[in-house]
């Protein structure tokens, strides 16, 4: 399956090496590693997450990785990864855009 990194997820994965990166540039490079396996993980099966709740009219779905939700859309060939969220951050439509 080929995964495919939206604009937002990609700037998400900067914005969480950058925040982490502020205290231990060791463990923003730890978590990064480990939201990209778990994206890799899903990519073999990627119905193992579960609806977006906040937006269940969407066809997306979510899985976790540590503090953070990966946002993802997926068919019989391709996953998207269309945003990774703090488990504390409110979810915005905005950032569902693929």
Known sequence: MIIQWSRQAR???RAIHEFIAR???HYARLQ???LIERVEHIARMPTMGH???EFPELDLRETHQGNYRIIY???AD???VVTLVHMKQQMKRSRLSR
């Open 73 to 75: 859309a997926h068919d």
């Open 32 to 34: 990064i590693k480990r």
């Open 11 to 13: 700037q998400d994965l």
């Open 23 to 25: 205290d231990s540039e």
């Open 51 to 53: 609806p977006v709740h």
């Open 78 to 80: 391709e996953l998207q």
